[in-house]
């Protein structure tokens, strides 16, 4: 354990929750504030990354997992996991991962990435995890390869045209699928 940091410790999310972890996904994602960590998409994409309708529903979705990673009570980080059935078996699908930028570069996102990972086996015996990451985003895809994640070469359009999901700055962009066996 990490002497020098208070304790972390981790909790599905509940309603109470909502509005704090968009501010959390927000501020790790988009506008000035995203810039102080190294996962901003502040360059590719403006608008919002999240909102409270959508936390809501991941909060609410019994297929899924919202998890929250808390130092003294407060979150620091949280991501998204989504039970998905494939001919081989159960596969988690993971998403919607922020880290607060303050405190990014710390092995923080590691632990997470480490805890949704044995979550999505414990819970509903996944064998793999499966990401979908924008394929500009290099720096963070080499940081989930170093992880064990492959990259498929799998693209899927970015869905251009709906704001949920922000306002493009570039025409090129587009996801690619990562995955993980488990286990």
């Not at 909502?18 to 403006?46: F, H, I, K």
């Amino acid at each position: 354990m990490d002497t020098a940091q208070p304790a972390l410790t981790f909790r599905t999310a509940t309603e109470s929750d909502v509005e704090p972890l968009v501010a959390l996904v927000e501020s790790a994602y988009r506008g000035e504030s995203s810039r102080a960590g190294w996962t901003t998409e502040a360059d590719l994409l403006d608008g919002r990354r999240t909102d409270p309708e959508g936390v809501r529903e991941l909060v609410a979705d019994r297929s899924s997992r919202l998890l929250v990673a808390e130092r003294e009570g407060l979150p620091v980080a949280c991501c998204h996991l989504e039970r998905r059935e494939r001919p081989e078996g159960a596969v988690a699908y993971f998403g919607m991962f922020a880290v607060r930028p303050g405190l990014q570069g710390a092995g923080l996102g590691r632990r997470v990435l480490a805890e949704a990972e044995r979550t999505a086996a414990a819970l509903w015996g996944a064998r793999m995890m499966e990401m979908t990451v924008i394929t500009q985003r290099e720096d963070l895809i080499a940081w989930y390869v170093r992880r064990g994640y492959a990259r498929t070469g799998r693209t899927s359009p970015f869905p251009y045209g709906d704001e949920r999901f922000g306002i493009p700055r570039r025409p090129d962009l587009c996801f690619e699928l990562l995955v993980k066996p488990l286990g």
